[in-house]
Every structure is written in structure tokens, then in C-alpha cells.
């Protein structure tokens, strides 16, 4: 077998720094194609200074300051986090408003998907019974039932995909008037109204906790369908007429089965590719994110927005150092007040903490060589493509709270995989799509989840949880444009249950984790 040639990638011409692309990285002493000759061994991944460096000097990636030289750094060596100093955070002042003319999107017509129409005018890519719990305490209980539905309930019931629990850590033991409270029950409410969901709301309380039904779902907090009294459907454990565990089991599959019936007699319909609302966020990240596998959701993001889609993208400490780009690229002042707004409140809950956006970065993340959150920030906001923002949701909000009905949407959540997915899933996320280039088995009972790797390597040794390879942009395979459109064409067939996602196939599952910045009790 032949060694592959020594590969650099540098985003910029600006840069002073490229990453080395090779598997395993390339010993001390390569010559690149450049002319630069390695001083040290470079790991797969990791930067490599292209020019010499003085100390104090700006090291640029992605022509940013990601960070500056703390000694002299000779051409050829390998640049990592011991040798940099971090920039401070951009100021929140003075930052550039709407000032970014957007690109000629032109619309993307003729691509449809077969999805199943709510009366709320979303559209499902699943059709799923979901089952709402107020509290904790009753998660073993639904579990159980669960469980005895699936087995008994469900293979009557061909037209409906699953049943889920909605099961979390919220509802008691917490200051729920406290100011921050009304983030999880607003997630937890607007999750019930996932479109995947069918708008059959049921839920399973204890009776005896601090978030009661009625407060979790408030008359009017969920739509009429078919003219049907929206009536709070609810099986109460501490109810009187429950008599041992098994009465509890029977009352919850005895209602199950009524929301059953009416999911089984719905039917996909061709819908527009618009319907679509596709939630992007990476975890696992390494310095290739930003090279193959976010760039080429950024294309297809583009190609989703140009179609009429929604699109959401997240995780506030991955974008706090980009923001002056976002701020820029807002289509209105409000826009970009908004998204500054979120900013400052995440700035003032991390100072909280004593700690800022810095705190991000994982052991993985500077293994797969990303220095800091300034360099993974700037690979993690081109997921966000070059469409102007027209939206931010503050955490928990669905869509409709703001009046939000297509386009890039900024929602504000932190970067953690598991709040981040919960939080796009109370917005009315209906896809989810995740880059990771150290590799993560994450997905969603609730949505399907396609899972994008940056290496090839990765992707060959997870060949049966990654869905898309975009390490081939890095080996010189395919173009960013091809995997973008490759990803685009795969979540139509995902949405349209032509295609199972690997997550779905092994039904691999993540824990709901509401964010709950507020007291618990
Ligand atoms: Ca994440």
C-alpha cells in the first residue's frame, strides 16, 4: 500500500496556521507540498505554524485571532493550546448591526417530502405516541407501561412509529416560581407539541408534585383538533381508584389506546420540502468539524432556507466568540438585539459559576487538536451556512412564540448534546442533524437524529452509527456542495421514513435533560 502524500488544510489565505490532515497525523521532518518541512511530530488534526511566528503574535485560523503565541514559534512546529493565549470575548458593545447585504438565495423549488400534517400546520417526520409526566417520580411506573404497550398495544397499531415517555428530572423538589423556572416548564410544555407527536397530548402525573398538570398544560396552552374538546387528558397515580401497581399499568394503557387509534388512522402526504424544521448541533468535536462536516451542513443549511425550510442552530458558548459575525448577519436590528440579549443573559449565568465561554472546551476537544473555544467556536458557527439570521428563540421556546415560520433561526441553548436536542425539540424540531469528528452514539427517541463524521477514519471504524462520511472533503473525494446536497437528499428520505437513521435502527437513546438555570429545593 502506498503512503498517502502529507495533506495540510488551511481555511484562509490570511491563516498562519493549516491543519494536518494525514491519519495519524505526520512525523518531524515531512516535507509538505509547500515547501515547510515538519520541526515536530503533528497529530492528525492538529495546527501547524506556516510561517514563524514571534511571541505576542496573532495566530489566525479561519482569518480570526483564535489565539496569541506565548513564545516564539518556528515555522513547521506544531501549534497547540500550551503555546496559546486566549482572546478575551468580544464586547457585547458597539457590535456590527445588519450591516452583512445577505447573498442571492435563489428559492429551491420541486423537493418534497411525505410527512404527516398536524392540525397546527406543522408537519410530523414520525408519527409517535408520546407520553407527557409531570414529575420524576412516576418515570419507573411509565417505564414499565411502556414497555407492556409496545409489546401488547402497538402491533395493532401498524400506522404509529413508537411509543415514547417523556420522562425527565424536573416537576418537584424545585423552586418553581423561582426566576429561571420558567425555562424547563415552558421546554417541557412545548415538547408535548412536538410535531412528531400528532397533537395528542397524555400525561402521567404523581398527584402530589409541585408542577401540576394543569400548570404543565394550562387550558388554551394546546390546540383543538378536529373540533374535539381540548380536554386535559391525565392518569393520576396517587388517584383513590387505583388500587396496586397493575391498576395504575392498566389506567395508563387503557388511555394509550385511545390516542392510539386516532395516530394509526393518519397517513403520510406529499408536503413540501418547507415543512421541515432541522435542528443542527455538533458534540465530539475536532479541528476537522469546521473543515469537512460543518461547512457542508452550512451548504445544505443554505439549500434548506432557499427551499423554505426552517432551520435552528445553537449552543451560545460555540457562537459567543463569533457573535460579531451574527450580529452582522442579522436581517434586522431586532434580529441581532435579540441574539445579543441571549448573549449577555448566558454571560451573566456563566459569571455566575465563575467561569466563561471558556469552560466549553472538552479533553477531546484539544486531543482532536482544537486549541480553544475562539478556534472551535469558528468551526462550529459555519453550520450556520451564509443565509441572514431571521430569528432567535430565547431556551424552551417553540417557534410560533415568536411568530417564526421558515428561515435560520438562532436558538439560544447551551452547548451540551443532551440540552441542546431537548431544547430544539420544545422548538418544534422535527430533524435533527449532528456533526461529530471524535465520535458520539448520541440519538433521540423523539426525532430522528443523522449523524454526520468529519474523518474518515472515524467513519469507517463507526461505519454502522455514522450516517454521512464528510471526511471525504478532507481526503479529497467529494466537494463541500456534494456531501451538503448528499445530506439534503438524505433528510428528505429520513423525514419521509424511506430511511431509518443508524440511531433509529439500533434504537439508540438519549436521556431528555431540561435546562433549569433556577434553585432546586
Ligand atoms: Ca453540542
Redesign the pocket.
Known amino acids: 500500500m502506498s503512503t498517502p502524500a502529507p495533506l495540510s488544510i488551511s481555511m484562509h489565505p490570511a491563516d498562519n496556521v493549516a491543519i494536518i490532515a494525514n491519519d495519524g497525523g505526520l512525523p518531524a521532518g515531512t516535507l509538505l507540498p509547500s515547501g515547510l518541512v515538519l520541526v515536530d511530530k503533528v497529530p492528525q488534526a492538529h495546527k501547524v505554524a506556516l510561517a514563524d511566528i514571534p511571541e505576542g503574535g496573532e495566530v489566525r485560523r479561519y482569518n480570526v485571532v483564535i489565539g496569541y503565541a506565548l513564545k516564539p514559534i518556528p515555522a513547521g512546529s506544531w501549534v497547540h493550546e500550551r503555546l496559546l493565549q486566549m482572546p478575551e470575548a468580544r464586547s457585547l458593545e458597539g457590535l456590527p448591526i445588519a450591516t452583512v447585504k445577505p447573498p442571492e438565495l435563489l428559492p429551491l423549488e420541486g423537493y418534497t417530502f411525505e410527512g404527516y400534517r398536524n392540525a397546527d400546520g406543522t408537519v410530523g417526520t414520525r408519527n409517535i405516541l408520546a407520553i407527557t409526566t409531570t414529575v420524576q417520580c412516576v418515570a419507573g411506573v411509565l417505564d414499565f407501561a411502556v414497555s407492556r404497550i409496545k409489546a401488547e398495544l402497538l402491533p395493532r397499531y401498524p400506522n404509529v412509529d413508537d411509543v415514547v415517555g417523556l420522562e425527565h428530572s424536573y416537576g418537584c423538589g424545585v423552586a418553581i416560581d423561582a426566576v429561571g423556572a420558567e425555562i424547563p416548564q415552558r421546554t417541557l410544555r412545548n415538547i408535548s407539541h412536538n410535531p412528531n407527536f400528532g397533537g395528542e397530548v397524555m400525561v402521567v402525573s404523581l398527584g402530589c408534585e409541585k408542577l401540576q398538570p394543569e400548570r404543565l398544560l394550562p387550558p388554551g396552552s394546546f390546540p383543538i383538533v378536529d373540533e374535539r374538546e381540548p380536554e386535559l387528558d391525565v392518569v393520576c397515580l396517587q388517584d383513590e381508584a387505583h388500587v396496586g401497581f397493575m391498576s395504575m399499568i392498566d389506567s395508563i394503557m387503557e388511555r394509550a389506546k385511545t390516542h392510539l387509534e386516532r395516530l394509526n388512522a393518519r397517513r403520510r402526504e406529499t408536503v413540501p420540502a418547507s415543512a421541515l424544521v432541522v435542528g443542527v ?3 465530539g468535536s475536532d479541528a476537522f468539524s469546521g473543515v469537512t462536516a460543518n461547512p457542508a451542513v452550512g451548504f445544505c443549511t443554505d439549500l434548506l432556507v432557499r427551499a423554505g425550510a426552517t432551520v435552528m442552530f445553537s ?1 451560545v458558548t460555540e457562537v459567543r466568540d463569533g457573535i460579531d459575525q451574527l450580529t452582522a448577519r442579522a436581517s434586522t436590528s431586532e434580529v441581532a438585539e435579540a441574539m445579543i440579549e441571549e448573549m449577555a443573559w448566558y454571560d451573566a449565568y456563566l459569571d455566575k459559576g465563575k467561569v466563561d465561554r471558556s469552560a466549553n472546551t472538552t479533553p477531546g476537544n484539544k486531543k482532536g487538536g482544537l486549541s480553544n473555544i475562539v478556534e472551535k467556536a469558528m468551526g462550529s458557527i459555519i453550520k450556520s451556512g451564509t443565509a441572514p439570521i431571521t430569528g432567535v428563540l430565547s431556551p424552551g421556546q417553540r417557534l410560533s412564540d415568536r411568530g417564526i415560520a421558515s428561515g435560520l433561526v438562532y436558538a439560544a441553548t447551551p ?3 443532551f440540552i ?1 436536542g431537548t431544547l430544539q425539540l420544545a422548538a418544534g424540531m422535527n430533524l435533527h442533524v449532528f456533526t461529530t469528528g471524535r465520535g458520539t452514539p448520541y440519538g433521540l427517541a423523539q426525532v430522528p437524529v443523522i449523524k454526520v463524521a468529519t474523518r474518515s477514519d472515524l467513519a469507517r471504524r463507526w461505519h454502522d452509527l455514522m450516517d454521512v462520511n464528510a471526511g471525504r472533503i478532507a481526503d479529497g473525494e467529494a466537494t463541500i456542495e456534494e456531501i451538503g446536497w448528499e445530506m439534503f437528499r438524505l433528510m428528505l428520505d429520513v423525514a419521509s421514513g424511506r430511511k431509518k437513521t443508524w440511531a433509529e435502527q439500533w434504537k439508540l437513546h438519549n436521556a431528555l435533560v431540561l435546562f433549569n438555570p433556577a434553585p432546586v429545593t
Open positions: 448541533q455538533c458534540g449552543e452547548a451540551s448534546d441542546c
